[in-house]
């Protein structure tokens, strides 16, 4: 049985309370904090376990309609391109989802991708390894050696994969799209590697809305652990127990 | 009983005619996939929501009786049962071609076909479709061994060493075949440990209906003599097997029945899911299993060899409804993200998802068929597999 990973926050904080002093975050006023950004690593360090990128999406913030984060990540990653498919042959990387309670009435409206589980269906059922998690938590596709068995969309709990049906061109360098193989979220691991935000998360912010905050969930300093620990969030399908990524506030 | 002589079938007219009509089917499936391969999978029914199609059930149906096929032999070798053992060379080669037939049908429909030499070279340990591979190439292996070891008499000191192996080999094959399903905690219709032991079932099931009707044709086109001793015992037990399927059908539904957050997948599947809910009732519970059982069992009709082909037939039928109620029928619920909600999305989630199977997907699948048949009648064209006669004095240890 594998045991979750959670950040130790205490150690963390008493390790580097110093350099978070320095880089993360400085109070202005009481309430008022002031975070640094995402730090980007040097190309040819490796990518260390130590951090643990994640998102918080806050549904209270997001607007039933706005489809920002949407166009952006399509945007990106030059998604909805193919010629032929059908409409529920097309690749998604990241939806909007409206819900509607079906006792309470209330709705709510939220994106959905895919969720960087700590320990991915999709991972442990790809007969390749092509279905992979990094050791800062994003969950990618080696399209070098998916074989397209789509076994990883069966096991997805949060149908968060597309399966390419036809062959693309203009694709983008950093999302080498390829007929044949599944795909999904990337969490913008090329923007990541940089030290900047994903696409989705950016266009949120610029929309006015900022529902989604990215950062790192190990780090006690950042401004998403500092939320998930003050605030109540939740899992997506959190009986299954795979410690998303990405997690939810206000449904 | 007499000392059973094997003898080569074929070589007439209608050999090779059965031969070119196989050949004509299996270059369809090819053209198939030429073409799914060619343009992506775009021109199929498939997409993001019922990932898995028209091809699966076919191959599916097609590993899941290979493993049942053999059983016949594994009565012969590892129960000792005299009346199975000169059948278990045929039992043998129609396990190695079904499997032959349903690999193909599950490799051409791979999104990237052309890489299955990284499928051979990169194994992930913790998927059972990792291990499903060592799996169906391992139970080849040791199903050629078993054949060679009947046939060859310098190693029929290993025949019952062969056998035993192949038998527990076919055991977890179909295991590993099943938790593809049982394992999948994501999906309502899945995640259920009884898949595994139901699949074990049904293969007895479909792998044996198969075998009689193979069995049946070949005996006749060759006109070879066939008893009705082994005819008898095989259907009798052919009707224990669809038993034991409806039993494990039943317990799956009615332990989800049970448990109220499977309401929704069970009342979709029984009661409202339209092509779905028909092809369960109607296709694999009337039609593939109760039709086949009064068929066998009533005494007007279990004593007939046409009877006995029909309810064979029926029972194959309502093994690919089984499959496609399990397979497409599984993936058409939507997935539970949100219990309690009406979930609206641009990707299709909290709906019911419809699943078309295109003409090359199901031509693709036919094909499957068309190689295992042509496998088993090019096998026992070359290989002295078939007995000359199961008349019931050859084939009856208690004749008279």
Known sequence: ?251 | MKKTQFMEIGGGKGFYGLLALLGAVIVAGLGAFFYMEHTGHWVTGMDNQIVWGAPHVFAIFLIVAASGALNVASIGTVFGKKMYQPLARMSALLAIALLIGGLTVLVLDLGRPDRLIVAMTHYNFKSIFAWNIILYNGFLALVAVYIWTMLDPTVKKFYKMAGFAAFVWRLILTTGTGSIFGWLVARQAYDAAIFAPMFIVMSFSFGLAIFLLVTMATYNWTNRPLGDAVIRRLKNLLGVFVAGVLFFVAVYHLSNLYATEHHGVQAFILRDGGVFTQAFWFGQILLGSLLPLALLYHPATGGSRFWIGIASALIIVGGFAQLFVILIGGQAYPLVMFPGYEVASSFHDGVINSYSPSLPELVLGFSGIGVAMAMMVVGMKVLRLAPASLADEVADPHHK
């Not at chain 1, 806050?58 to 059908?86: F, I, M, P, W, Y």
């Not at chain 1, 044949?180 to 090329?190: A, D, L, P, R």
């Open chain 1, 1 to 251: 049985m594998s045991e979750h990973k959670q950040p130790d926050l205490a150690r963390r904080e008493l390790l580097g309370r110093g350099a978070a002093m320095a880089a993360a975050g400085v109070t202005l006023a009481p309430g008022v904090m002031l975070y640094g950004v995402a730090q980007a690593k040097p190309a040819d360090e490796p990518v260390s376990s130590k951090v643990r990128w994640g998102m918080l999406v806050d549904t209270t913030k997001c607007n039933s309609g706005c489809n920002a984060c949407v166009e952006a990540c399509d945007k990106e990653h030059g998604l909805g391109n193919e010629q032929h498919s059908r409409d529920g042959q097309r690749t998604q990387y990241i939806r909007k989802v409206e819900l509607r309670h079906k006792f309470t009435g209330a709705t709510h409206s939220l994106p959905v991708m895919c969720q960087h589980c700590e320990t991915p269906p999709c991972v442990d059922v790809c007969p390749t390894g092509a279905s992979f998690k990094r050791a800062d938590g994003i969950v990618l596709v080696d399209r070098h050696i998916c074989i397209g068995c789509r076994y990883c969309m069966m096991a997805c709990p949060y149908k968060a994969r597309s399966f390419v049906h036809e062959a693309l061109t203009d694709q983008r360098p950093h999302t080498p799209r390829g007929k044949g193989c599944v795909e999904s979220c990337t969490m913008c691991v090329h923007r990541v590697d940089e030290g900047r935000e994903p696409a989705c998360v950016e266009a949120c912010a610029a929309d006015g809305s900022r529902a989604i905050i990215f950062g790192d969930l190990n780090d006690p300093n950042s401004e998403i652990a500092q939320r998930v620990k003050t605030y109540a969030s939740s899992e997506i399908r959190a009986d299954l127990g795979l410690n998303t990524g990405v997690r939810y506030q206000g449904i």
